[in-house]
């Protein structure tokens, strides 16, 4: 019996920080105010919300706090200056979030001025000498039709002192800040660094990963998009497997820690038959690794299409030992390793198998957001920059439970998410690949 | 102020009916069953949670039971045969369902036959004289790559008893009805029959909807793929509008008695400057009127483009007194009414407007599902076999707060849903537009 | 037997007018520059190559200018200013002609400035106060990925005295203008003005029709992307009419005097059943009409598609008595008059057939250009710049027998492109719709 | 100055050779039947229709059999079975071509039998095992809207004796060959075979390559569609490149020994800086070289678009020494040479460039056909019967000078198509990149 993983850890606390008490009328026009004590539950099912029966003890309950306008405002719209910075790698929807928060700002609560940072918290330091853009509507208006982001982005941590700095310099009252854990919990230092020196500025997350492994981050902005994208090299993997005697397609898609991109592609075009992922490891030999299980298809149907996440069986491979800018280890090539014991494998029977393997790499982050994600994005960035006009800080911007809700840094960067293969997505993965329910030998 | 409309009301009751005790082991090899305790919480937030305050009373919790595959089973796969039957108008997705349940049938618990009746209800009456199709998984392997249905479908009742005859006849365990709150309500009738004659039938209702107005259904199968498509003319409107001088690009979409297509298309693009829709009456003359705030946007920018549901100001028309066969009220057109008054107004300032209308009309649901849909789509499916497997009858398949569910059939038939004009959700519509709030001279 | 269309007429004369000799050497860094006695067959069948054996007169062979770069050139680029104007309906791939005229002129030639004409012709009249906008690199840098023309367009002739005074007074040397025939004929008369006032300013057409009906063009920029987008459209109408009982797409497509757009889709699709054009009369009554054709169809195989262009069947209506400012005389709606007439026609039968009828419209028009156009685009915008440069006017740029050659204006404005109804081509929409020889009773 | 490559070479002779004389009335309904003396031009340009004006010799034509019907063919088709295979790699529409020879062979010839040989040429081994599949009109009615080959592909050559020996034990009269040059050849040997048993078979080509590099057929099939796609993925580099500080997005693709997929999709998406073709050596290092010119661009812009055909600067890497199946040599890693030396060079300079590298691989050749190569392969599958019925062999279908042409197997299989480097369209590919006219020191 494999173990499963589990669910994202309970936070203990979800209440958000902010920088001083909201006493100015909102001037947003219409639409009703979010109510003081509105809240959504974080844990819904039953157990949770009656407690354990036997015990005499009454449940807890714990709740996030919805995003969404409040009648009172801390800053003063004439007089605030908001800052957005995107780091860490491409992710679609990027521009769409930029766009939001300027149109957000700009026409709801009309702040006089959004500056872009360019190339991430790179873009604070002086000696890098980048401009400071200044996002207007207009300027804006059309970039969501581009992937990518429009001010650059880079990897790596910044002093938050020089950040700090560079916030005062420039009279910045609200900083939106959208990228990874990585970039979640320099946020946290900056906020940090904001409190000791007493100043009045906000700080708001939106979480970014294409791997949509952050804790109650459900899904992340550009998931959607880039399975979708994924799906469509599955595809033409499946083509190939088909067109061939002995086909094999093999596609390699991003996932460092987290197969979500690998299970949520196969789920979408119901032609994988195996998916491999880092949550649940495999062996390749033995009588019941996966070349057996490989084998047996082959035999069986003439043909396989196998998705791999690139971080899938890494126990296998020797680490590389390398790191990027941002801390990630370099990954060793599961595909490479695959690839090749495949091809001896059937090579050992006197089978020449055609294997076609495809690596769409970056096309399936770089392209623009599709309709869905569209939507989401600027939700996110209309809720961020209601969330940092009411004076809150330290908080991300989510969806929970199919509501918007602000949740504190701390809780989204402990740990990571993963998929729990004990659960009935993993199962329906398994159904819809065919695959054993585990490759691994005891 | 204007009305709001109000939210989806709440369920009396959330049971869900079954045939028969489940006694069978179930025969899925791998994953988790739910467990009997396991519940969601229909309605998440801390009010409704903790009650009020002032009460004595304890809170009352309605939960709805959690989809997924039971230990027990009421049938014997062995013994068991399935139908399929799709009804209405098209809709994204409906080959993925379609094959979705063939696969889990098949696959999963080794049913021998699903049975695909043609044609919608109509394909019960021995008269039509449709064919009865053997759904077998190679049959339905590559159906989702196709738009519409495989099953053919048509609109309109049919006599309860006839179909239970046929039931009968063709010793049809689980009938699978896949259509929208019309073919849900001949469901529970058909349930009714069925009951009356003590027969062990299931019945698993799939709730589809182009116009995503079922109440508890959120969003429905194939929504977000007919929204990409709108969001694809409404783009081709903006080019025409920008394209010409006094340019107005017009689209219509569906949306009969909600706006949802019209709302969430309008967001995707952010290119739309008026988006009318059923639950928002508007006037067309007067000071506050439609025509006076088109004709301020165009004197301040050149061009708009202008999103409407086929629904939109039917108050404003003369009722056209017919109807299809399924009884859906056959709609006076809005976009002629706009498009006449338009040229009107701007003709006699003098001013030669040049406005295109497009209307996307069928191209919208007869695309195949995205991948988004296509992995919704899978689930309900898949849930639907687990639930009809266990004896269930009477229910819809849906997913509430991010999970899974079963819904009594009479839950989501009562009332249709409708965008709440006093939402958060049409505040950003109206954002994104920046049309005004209201367009009702009071 | 029915009577053919005759082909393109062949042109008298194919010379190509200069306003002065060109005396500067090129300054374009790389390539062949196009020889002097270069040209291009115009009919390269063995019949015109050889002449009449019979006869002893030598045969005729009229050849095309190829377009290319020059080593002499006219104008000294350093004093040249250029102007852009695009007139008439969209077309996908304006931006790109635009975009590729500004890129060749300052890149290539060094010109400092390439002037936009706003809103078409009439952006020369100064009583309509359409600003000039100043093209530069960057500026049109990305038009390319949005459909329509970054330049607004309008329809309809203005005074060619008021162009060339307004010529004069920008002090432009060439002129580009991107438009139908209509567009064209105003250009050779705006030629003529010049040349009364003795003027050095060259003026180069670049053909542009959606239909793809002007002579020597072939095809015009934007056809195939319109054609896939129609065949969008067509599926669509074919899911629809396989979907329900008795079922029947319909299609109406662009086309008002050629059938090009729908024969093209229908070709493309291969889910077309019927394939109405301008060039094809047809009576709908009657044992050899279509609705003899259609009634046959359904009762063998249950549903039928029909692509109609809008331009069919005019004869078997009343005239509508209207144009537009273009002069385009107003269609009748054929596609109205078949939906009633096979309505009817199934209902004497007591058959209840389902049509849904699709009509695209302008989406077909304002999406971007596909890669295909794209690169065709670019070349026509390269090839006129090249054109003008040399001093060339009253001509268009075009590809004829694969390869991009000068016409001038005269021979494309004479009469419009048609389906040969006798062509091979034709005969392979018929084979592939199925649909009779004629559908005309005698 | 840098030599140009030649143009294809003249074919010696054009005419095609026949089984036997054609006698039976063709039953083909409608349309024009090609007449005996009708023939295409080859070279179009003026100086070979007139002829060397100071010579007294009577210029030489060369013309190309029109593809086409004839009012006379040779084959009985009540007792014609025909056989289709496809050979080689993948490429989009190989099932547009499949489709259209059953189409055309059953409903305009009523032909009996289409036999499909799987796999290739292996397909006709006893040996393998392969089954023969019967190709019906219902069978392929479909098959266009996948990519790949619904028969299946394999590559390598087979004996012909074992080829003909199938043949005839299938009493096969006409076999279709779709596949690359190096099927061509086989086809000859073929041809030769069936000639030196004196039997009545004929064999028809139809020419496919992903690379566009087959003399006389301009452009192959597929090629615009696979173009579509690569263009996809440089759009990405674009996004990445400019995402970064110091951004390089690089791209390889398909061409082997000819650029055009390279070139053709660099003119599509205007936004490459560098593209690198097999017909354009260069030198990486040195004053002209290609690093100093991205080391000009980088200093400029701060990003660049590299496209590499995976067959470029093949000369700068020690050979592999390998083949494939098909004889292919298998070539070196062009694109990871580049990167490491792209990334000293920077590195040597203390700065850190972000390289993203993107291989789209199978994803450009497995993709179903476009709807212009959708219709191309129509008619090639459409005039390959024709020809085949009329009881020609040993020639191919392609598409010249806008018409489509029979052409004899040795013309098409003698060299390779190559961009010619000294053309107007390599100076377009030059124009819009901006790279170095040459990047060869000296």
Redesign the interface.
């Known amino acids: 019996m494999k173990a499963c993983n589990s669910e994202s850890p309970t936070p203990k606390s979800t209440e958000i920080s902010t920088v001083g008490p909201a006493k100015i009328a909102n001037p947003i026009?219409?639409?009703?105010f979010v109510e003081e004590?509105?809240?959504?539950?974080v844990n819904?099912?039953?157990?949770t919300?009656?407690g354990n029966p036997k015990s005499r003890k009454k449940p807890e309950?714990i709740?996030f706090e919805p995003a969404?306008?409040r009648d009172k405002i801390y800053y003063d719209p004439s007089k605030t200056k908001c800052a957005v910075v995107t780091c860490g790698g491409?992710c679609p929807g990027l521009n769409d979030v930029i766009?939001a928060i300027v149109?957000?700002a700009c026409?709801?609560y009309k702040v006089p001025s959004v500056l872009g940072i360019q190339?991430g918290l790179?873009g604070f330091v002086p000696e890098?000498g980048?401009d400071v853009v200044e996002l207007t509507p207009s300027f804006v208006s059309?970039i969501?039709?581009?992937?990518?982001?429009v001010l650059?982005?880079?990897r790596g941590p910044q002093d938050p002192e020089v950040i700090v700095d560079a916030l005062e310099r420039m009279n910045v009252s609200i900083l939106f800040m959208i990228g990874g854990d990585g970039t979640m919990r320099a946020a946290a230092t900056v906020v940090a660094e904001i409190e000791k020196r007493g100043l009045s500025i906000s700080v708001v997350g939106l979480p970014k990963t294409i791997d949509n492994d952050i804790n109650y981050v459900?899904p992340s902005f550009g998931f959607?998009t880039s399975?979708?994208t994924a799906?469509?090299?599955i595809?033409?993997?499946h083509?190939?497997a088909?067109?061939?005697?002995w086909?094999i397609?093999m596609v390699k898609v991003m996932g460092r820690d987290a197969g979500f991109i690998a299970a949520?592609?196969a789920?979408?075009c119901?032609e994988v038959n195996f998916c491999l992922i880092p949550e649940d490891p495999f062996d390749i030999h033995g009588e019941k690794g996966f070349l057996a299980a490989l084998d047996e298809r082959m035999k069986r149907r003439g043909n396989a299409v196998i998705v791999v996440a690139e971080g899938a069986g890494q126990d296998l491979l020797a680490a590389s030992g390398k790191a990027d800018a941002s801390g990630n280890v370099q990954l060793s090539d599961i595909a490479a390793l695959l690839k090749k014991e495949i091809l001896e494998h059937f090579g050992k029977q006197g089978i020449e198998a055609?294997l076609?393997?495809?690596?769409?790499?970056?096309?399936i982050r770089?392209?623009p957001a599709?309709?869905?994600d569209?939507?989401y994005c600027?939700?996110l960035g209309?809720h961020a920059v209601h969330a940092g006009m009411s004076g809150r800080t330290g908080l991300v911007i989510s969806r929970?439970?199919?509501?918007y809700v602000h949740i504190p840094m701390a809780v989204v960067t402990r740990g990571k998410k993963r998929i729990n293969t004990?659960?009935?997505y993993?199962?329906?993965v398994?159904?819809?690949t065919?695959q054993p329910?585990t490759m691994k030998n005891d």
Chains 1, 2, 3, 4 share one sequence.
Request: proline share 3%; net charge neutral; with cysteine.
């Open positions: 026009a219409f639409g009703r004590d509105d809240a959504v539950l819904i099912s039953r157990r919300v009656e309950h709740y969404g306008p491409l766009r149109m957000a026409h709801e190339y790179a890098q980048y059309r969501h039709e581009f992937g990518g982001t650059g982005s880079s459900s959607d399975v979708e799906a469509m090299a595809k033409g993997a083509v190939e088909t067109g061939a005697p086909g397609g949520q592609s789920l979408s119901q055609t076609k393997y495809i690596d769409p790499s970056y096309i770089s392209v599709n309709a869905n569209r939507i600027s939700f209309i929970w439970n199919g509501r004990c659960s009935n993993w199962r329906a398994l159904e819809s065919g329910v």
